[in-house]
């Protein structure tokens, strides 16, 4: 049945234009499409009336009006490695190398055990769903039945997810790798072959070509996944410049190319589909080649403080035409969260800043803007998805400020705008606050889902 959702809708336009529409409403039909959006109306029947949809033909969706709520589009986690979750939290006084040979490498290899990745991958997309994060770019292992599971899962959930098999054929641990270039070409067609079996238009679930990063691929592997992408229009996935060894180490395995991103580019890995996490240490000219070729950075805000990676200069980036998301890069990320990963971002901007240079600082506006629209760019939908424009698909939560045990205390009296309580929501929320989320215009997760 078609949907009319009424009250306060929260969006974002453009990257400093966050829209705040107090009392509109937005129609919904059957495939969970948005076929219009009222600005200001009084009612949801009015709304319907007006775009002639008669009485009787569409449900109502109200956000409480006794309650401070309001409807936002689902956020994306452009970065996230699903495998790692078990690890939140758990990084010492580590860097990116050590990292994955001390905590990460050693988890991942336990997947091969199909009853770890069911309890992990289950709870992970559990966990993201009811943060509201509606679309997830997800790394698994290197193990083909694990992947294939937790696409299987996240269509089961309704959460749009990209799934990543991770391949790494060089420079990684005998016990977790691809034995052979032939292994990890195997089992990434299987992995391919297996999610467009269960979801042939890539509709919920789409495979993403994912070599781990270039320290840990052959270029033969990282060529041939070029190719791949090329001949099937996959998406891809992988790290670039995170931590300055990890630089070092990629010049001196890959001396064909001048540069990290000259490594991807060569191999025909660095196009409109590409999502680069990290980006913290680029040049100059390799930020003129990423805007070039169209590819995405997914700026993980958390993991790069954690691991003492250092601070994506998110502002350069999108100065020069670059796409930029939200990462949680859970476990280099120590939160599942997007709202706490925008937090981050925020601060990050704010560090950078303190160097001297007001211009790198981001607004409330402009990380909601990443952690949604800015998402949907890095991940080839902005077409359909990240905000409530018609024509493009309900993935939305509900969010309210003031429900039981939320972390947010509201003085209504103090707060004269409706961006105060954005700006609330943003500092002190949590999922205790994402009361309804749905994806497709299916109802899939929210604490009024689960209780
Ligand atoms: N580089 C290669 N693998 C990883 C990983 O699992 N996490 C992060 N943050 N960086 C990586
Ligand atoms: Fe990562």
């Given amino acids: 049945m078609r949907t009319v959702y009424f009250g306060t809708i929260v969006h974002s336009l453009a990257l400093a234009d966050l829209q705040v529409l107090p009392s509109a409403a937005v129609g919904v039909d059957e495939d969970g499409t948005i076929e219009f959006l009222d600005p200001n109306t009084r009612s949801a029947e009015a709304s319907a009336e007006k775009h002639s949809w008669p009485v009787g033909s569409y449900s109502v969706v109200s956000s409480d009006p006794a309650s ?102 060089a420079n990684s641990p005998d016990y ?53 992408s090329t001949n099937t229009n996959l998406p891809v996935q992988t790290h670039i410049s995170e931590n300055m060894l990890e630089v070092e180490l990629v010049k001196s395995m890959h001396t064909f190319a001048d540069s990290y991103a000259g490594v991807y580019d060569k191999c025909g890995l ?8 990290h980006a913290v ?54 939160t599942p969260s997007i709202l706490h990963t925008a937090r981050q971002a925020l601060l990050v901007s704010r560090h950078l800043s303190m160097e001297g240079d007001e211009s790198h600082k981001l607004s409330i506006e402009e990380v909601l803007h990443l952690a949604t629209v800015g998402g949907a760019e890095v991940c080839g939908l902005s077409n359909k998805l990240g905000n409530f424009l018609p024509g493009k698909k309900w993935d939305a939560q509900l969010i309210t400020l003031d429900c039981k045990n939320s972390p947010v205390d509201i003085f209504p009296w103090e707060l004269k705008t409706h961006e105060d309580l954005v700006a609330k929501w943003l500092f002190n929320g949590d999922d205790r606050n994402v009361t309804k989320v749905w994806v497709d215009g299916k109802l899939v997760a929210g604490t009024a889902f689960t209780s």
């Fill in 270 to 277: 660095l196009h409109d589909q590409t999502i680069l996490a």
């Fill in 68 to 169: 401070v709520s309001f409807f936002f589009p689902g956020f994306f986690d452009t970065h996230i490695h699903a495998s790692q979750y078990p690890n939140v939290g758990l990084f010492g006084k580590t860097t990116l190398l050590d990292w994955l040979n001390s905590y990460t490498f050693p988890l991942e290899s336990s997947f091969a055990d199909l009853k770890v990745a069911d309890n992990v991958y289950s709870r992970v997309i559990a966990r993201t769903l009811g943060n509201g994060t509606t679309t997830a770019a997800y790394y698994a292992t290197v193990h083909t039945a694990g992947t294939n599971l937790l696409a299987d899962l996240a269509l089961k959930a309704g959460q749009r997810a990209f799934i990543g098999r991770c391949c790494m054929d």
């Fill in 281 to 334: 240490h680029l040049t100059d000219d390799e930020r003129a080649l990423i805007a070039k070729r169209g590819s995405g950075i997914a700026h993980c805000p958390a993991s790069n403080s954690a691991l003492t990676s250092g601070e994506t200069r998110v502002k350069w980036l999108l100065d020069a035409g670059v796409k930029v998301g939200l990462g949680t890069d859970v476990s280099g990320g120590f």
């Fill in 176 to 228: 977790y790798c691809d034995k052979t270039l032939e292994d990890a070409q195997k089992a990434t067609l299987e992995v391919i072959e297996h999610i467009t079996k269960i979801d042939p238009n890539h509709d919920i679930v789409c495979p993403i070509l994912t070599p781990r990063f270039a320290a840990s691929c052959s270029k033969e592997l990282l060529c041939w996944l070029g190719k791949l």
